[in-house]
């Protein structure tokens, strides 16, 4: 596998959902044909049977997947992900999605000081936070699930504890608004 077949693969292993072939191209570099044949190596690749992922092709986009011949085995992991108790750090992630949201995942990783993209796939797939695409920031936001506020016994992230105390900080706003400054030159 060439080197932009493996970085297509890094990138669509970090999404929690299919990657277009244009933000592909525009992340590379490359033009939106040739991505098609990078993803097509990767494809020939990963779908083989001795591998656990598959690479599911559609028109506009593409995704990673596990073997369908494995989901005895990834079924009871699923099961247990979705079941099993949140670890600190997911619980630090969704505290900031719940204070501060609407979230950008660059905001939530600024907070806490490290890539959160796994974490945030896992908190998608409980269904406890949602994404939304903001056009103002040209980002993803993050806020609580309506089932997570059910969860909650709450009707909005208002009434969370201390919720204004934490939602307004000064300090935490301005930490936040150098994220997507741009450094002088």
């Given at each position: 596998?060439?080197?932009?077949?493996?970085?297509?693969?890094?990138?669509?292993?970090?999404?929690?959902?299919?990657?277009?072939?244009?933000?592909?191209?525009?992340?590379?570099?490359?033009?939106?044909?040739?991505?098609?044949?990078?993803?097509?190596?990767?494809?020939?690749?990963?779908?083989?049977?001795?591998?656990?992922?598959?690479?599911?092709?559609?028109?506009?986009?593409?995704?990673?997947?596990?073997?369908?011949?494995?989901?005895?085995?990834?079924?009871?992991?699923?099961?247990?992900?979705?079941?099993?108790?949140?670890?600190?750090?997911?619980?630090?992630?969704?505290?900031?999605?719940a204070y501060r949201g609407p979230i950008?995942?660059?905001?939530?990783?600024?907070?806490?000081?490290?890539?959160?993209?796994?974490?945030?796939?896992?908190?998608?797939?409980?269904?406890?936070?949602?994404?939304?695409?903001?056009?103002?920031?040209?980002?993803?936001?993050y806020s609580l699930s309506t089932e997570?506020?059910?969860?909650?016994?709450?009707?909005?992230?208002?009434?969370?504890?201390?919720?204004?105390?934490?939602?307004?900080?000064?300090?935490?706003?301005?930490?936040?608004?150098?994220?997507?400054?741009?450094?002088?030159?």
């Amino acid at each position: 596998m060439n080197e932009l077949a493996a970085k297509i693969e890094a990138v669509l292993f970090l999404s929690t959902r299919p990657v277009s072939y244009s933000k592909l191209a525009k992340l590379l570099g490359i033009k939106e044909e040739d991505v098609h044949g990078h993803v097509n190596q990767l494809a020939e690749v990963r779908n083989s049977l001795d591998s656990g992922i598959r690479v599911v092709v559609g028109e506009a986009a593409v995704e990673l997947a596990s073997n369908p011949d494995f989901t005895d085995v990834t079924s009871k992991m699923s099961k247990e992900e979705m079941e099993g108790e949140l670890t600190r750090p997911q619980l630090e992630t969704l505290t900031i999605i719940a204070y501060r949201g609407p979230i950008t995942r660059p905001e939530i990783e600024h907070v806490r000081g490290v890539n959160c993209s796994i974490i945030l796939r896992n908190l998608l797939m409980r269904g406890l936070v949602v994404e939304k695409e903001d056009v103002d920031r040209l980002q993803m936001t993050y806020s609580l699930s309506t089932e997570m506020m059910r969860h909650l016994g709450i009707s909005s992230a208002v009434d969370l504890p201390d919720y204004e105390q934490f939602n307004g900080n000064e300090k935490i706003t301005e930490m936040l608004s150098t994220v997507f400054d741009s450094p002088e030159e």
